[in-house]
């Protein structure tokens, strides 16, 4: 009979613990919501709005005085992965993270003037991976998948394909034209987007010859490590990680001595930071691998710099030991300095390359504080740099399956849960959302319960609809914003490889110097009189 009377009252039971569960997590909810910032009083105040909009409106008509000059310098940010959603979230990140509700917050992207749209696919992809991106915003055409510094008439992995297909990049351009050039970049030195800048490979993944197929090597194909010393000899500043690839096999790492894994690959026995080293001794060259070493250095008795600081990647900006790692700004800062001192001026390339990490694990708070960084580098670059004389743009090589929604009150965290409860499966779910990815979890059948995991922590993998190893790149266009001369040129949606063009152009480099006229310091001069000018020239050769 007892044994009956606990059957009986079972699904009673099971019913209240239900219910008990449901008021557990909407308490939650309701404890989420406590301590966020109200909107501010005076936004209630329709004369707030009206008085921004008119002072934004007067800013605006000021940009009617376009900005012809030549660009002396030039400086590209290339936040991989950083679609729009993603500047969106970092924007109202970097405003919590200073105490603030987050979505009024001005990123410093957000401060240029003008904004346009590039559409992002690769020749042979409609949602495009890093290389052939790489190749358009740098080489100025468009190219496949997996391959970098070459046209779409090579095929990824062919090494026969290479030959009479490489394209060059700005860096080249404006290297040739007597400007000092740079690369920085929080992942290795020799992955997809800086590889495009020196190196023509069929394989983004050539990272050394130990990753190399032998056939490869025997056609005479380089890989990638190889071709950032020997294909533009003299890049002024080179600073990432990717220490290994330049050590020979099994050499073991300064930093990290005796872990197989941080040990060099090469097989030619080559130790490329050896041979740079050598070559840079007599003309101001210096090798740093930690940031004591780069901090110390006085740039103006600098004129090289090769700093490889890590084996591999550069570390998370969250989990960077801050005594011995640089920050993105902190590259950027001193590589500013080397590379100004050139009357001629500089071409430099930063990538906040670790934002596309994050994303593609499903950690979207380590993909949005690297995000946050590299909006420091660009707010440093300014504070160094003339809107007059340097054209910056600041952009994308693709998006990504990252979102966040679920009509969250103003002030939420962005990493908090949605003010609701799924009316399909009762549970909670967090604003930020993957499309695909590795935070697709199934417990007993069933949708996890976020409430019951640290969804604050640096490494939650936030819920995504289909399970992937590792979430898939976005196919829709990316934002490109531009300040400085002819930053105007940038407006509407454009093709990907248009970006270069443009650079070019401003700065009289490339195949587009003939509209410069020596000494006007204009870059947008008439046609005739770039006529004029070319007749005169050759007069005196035909006389």
């Known amino acids: 009979m007892l044994w009956l009377s606990r059957v009986t009252h079972q699904p009673r039971r099971d019913k209240n613990m239900r219910v008990t ?11 989420e919501s406590l301590g966020k910032p109200q909107f501010p009083e005076q936004e209630k105040d329709p004369k707030f709005w009206n008085v921004w909009a008119q002072r934004t409106l007067k800013n605006a008509l000021t940009l009617q005085n376009l900005n012809k000059k030549t660009a002396k310098n030039l400086i590209l940010f290339l936040g991989d992965g950083m679609g729009v ?31 346009s749209l590039a559409k992002t696919y690769n020749t042979n992809a409609q949602v495009p991976d890093s290389a052939g991106t790489a190749t358009a915003y740098l080489c100025g055409v468009k190219a496949n998948e997996g391959t970098v510094g070459v046209s779409a008439a090579a095929v990824r992995s062919q090494c026969n394909t290479t030959m009479g297909n490489e394209v060059t ?20 030195v020799n992955h997809a987007t800086p590889s495009a800048a020196y190196a023509h490979s069929v394989d983004r993944d050539w990272y050394s010859d130990n990753e190399m197929p032998a056939e490869a090597l025997q056609a005479g194909c380089k890989d990638i490590a190889r071709q950032l010393f020997e294909n533009i000899p003299n890049i002024d500043v080179i600073m990432g990680g990717g220490r290994k690839y330049m050590f020979p096999k099994n050499k073991s790492d300064i930093e990290y001595p005796g872990v197989a894994k941080h040990s060099g690959t090469r097989k030619d026995g080559r130790d490329l930071v050896q041979e ?4 840079m001794k007599d003309k101001k060259g210096f090798y740093v691998w930690n940031k004591k070493q780069l901090l110390s250095l006085n740039p103006n008795n600098v004129d090289y710099l090769l700093g490889l600081f890590e084996p591999g ?23 500013i300095k080397i590379l100004r001192k050139n009357p001629n001026g500089f071409y430099l390339l930063v990538e906040g390359g670790r934002i596309d990490h994050g994303h593609h694990e499903g950690k979207a708070k380590q993909a949005l504080h690297e995000a946050v960084e590299m909006d420091r580098a660009i707010g440093r670059a300014d504070l160094m740099t003339s809107i007059h004389d340097t054209m910056t743009i600041v952009t994308a090589d693709h998006s990504h399956m990252f979102n966040f929604g679920g009509y969250t009150q103003r002030g939420n965290t962005i990493f908090g849960l949605a003010p609701m409860l799924s009316d399909v499966d009762q549970k909670p779910f967090t604003s930020i959302l993957y499309g695909n990815g590795p935070g697709y979890k199934n417990v007993n059948s069933a949708r996890e319960n976020v409430s019951t995991v640290d969804y604050h922590g640096n490494n939650y993998q936030a819920q995504s609809a289909v399970p992937l190893s590792m979430e898939t790149h976005g196919g829709e266009d990316v934002a490109v914003f531009a300040k400085g001369p002819l930053a105007h040129l940038l407006h509407g949606v454009h093709e990907q490889n248009y970006i270069p063009h ?32 070319a007749l005169l020239t050759v007069t005196p050769i035909l006389c």
């Open 85 to 115: 959603p993603t500047v969106t979230a970092a924007r109202i990140l970097k405003g919590q993270l200073n105490g603030h509700s987050g979505e009024e917050t001005q990123l410093e992207m957000d401060k240029f003037p003008f904004v």
């Open 502 to 533: 443009v650079m070019a152009y401003a700065a009289c480099i490339g195949q587009n110097r003939e509209h410069c006229m020596a000494g006007s310091g204009t870059a947008g001069l008439h046609p005739v009189l770039t006529s004029i000018v």
């Open 21 to 31: 569960a449901l008021f557990i997590i909407c308490f939650c909810l309701f404890l």
């Open 169 to 188: 990049s700005i860096l080249r351009w404006a290297k040739e034209a007597g400007k000092s050039v740079g690369i920085v970049t929080t992942t290795r």
């Open 313 to 335: 990647d550069l570390t998370y900006d969250l989990e960077r030991n801050s005594e011995t790692d640089p920050s993105l700004t902190e590259m950027v800062e001193v590589a």
């Open 276 to 279: 740079w080293t050598n070559r």
